[in-house]
């Protein structure tokens, strides 16, 4: 069945690190794509995303493609924050009116 | 940007008493919402899909007797969780697809943390 799967945490770095987070997906059509942020203690915000193939989608410095050809969605940021400390979820989603499904999370933990 | 609130955002019961979590489209007809399940450190998990004026469909493994779900309106949407237990504690999350974003965007709810005593 359709499936995302992105790296498992934690991942711990220093500010302005490099941050990637890996996310592939299993899909039988052509779902958009979505990265999400959870804040301690808050629901989900939707950080960006991405519909078709080659798109990149960019948000805060974050940025991610869609890569039809590896199945792929990797958030990247090219120097973090200790605010971007927080679970981010790749996400996808197959067509209007059907649920998101979501990867299992990955927690990033960023040190000043 | 489309709003999605949720009511209360913390509830604390009794054992055996029922919860009723309001999931409301703030500027935005929703036709159809979701509710997901989050416990700690772990993924959301899709409970129910419920579309405006008919009944809600339930994934595998939710009973659908005890987390009632009434869709009655296209910008409400609650779920009840009856004769709560404390294995029903846990941070319930809801999501409203306005059906008209070309991204199939869903717009989420900032959840309702539950604690049964």
């Known amino acids: 069945g359709d499936s995302v799967t992105q790296m498992e945490g934690p991942v711990t770095l220093s500010e302005e690190a490099c941050l990637t987070i890996?996310?592939?997906?299993?899909?039988?059509?052509?779902?958009?794509l979505f990265w999400y942020v959870q804040y301690p203690g808050e629901g989900l915000q939707l950080l960006l995303k991405?519909?078709?193939?080659?798109d990149k989608g960019s948000n805060k410095g974050f940025e991610a493609t869609y890569r039809k050809e590896t199945t792929s969605f990797h958030l990247e940021k090219g120097s973090v924050q200790v605010s971007d400390s927080a679970v981010y979820f790749c996400a996808l989603i197959l067509q209007a009116g059907t649920a998101l499904i979501f990867g299992k999370g990955t927690t990033l933990s960023v040190s000043s | 940007g489309a709003v999605v609130s949720q009511h209360p955002s913390r509830v604390i019961c009794k054992s055996g008493t029922s919860v009723k979590i309001e999931c409301r489209s703030l500027?935005?007809?929703?036709?159809?919402m979701f509710w997901y399940r989050q416990f700690p450190k772990q993924s959301l998990m899709l409970m129910a899909t419920s579309n405006e004026g008919s009944k809600a469909t339930y994934e595998q493994g939710v009973e659908k007797d005890k987390f009632l779900i009434n869709h009655a309106s296209l910008t409400l949407s609650t779920l009840t969780v009856t004769s709560a237990h404390p294995e029903d504690s846990s941070f319930y999350i809801c999501s409203a697809d306005s059906g008209t974003s070309s991204y199939n965007e869903q717009f989420f709810g900032p959840g309702t943390r539950l604690t049964v005593l």
């Open positions: 890996n996310c592939t997906y299993t899909a039988t059509g052509y779902p958009s």
């Open positions: 991405a519909t078709k193939a080659d």
């Open positions: 500027d935005f007809q929703a036709t159809t």
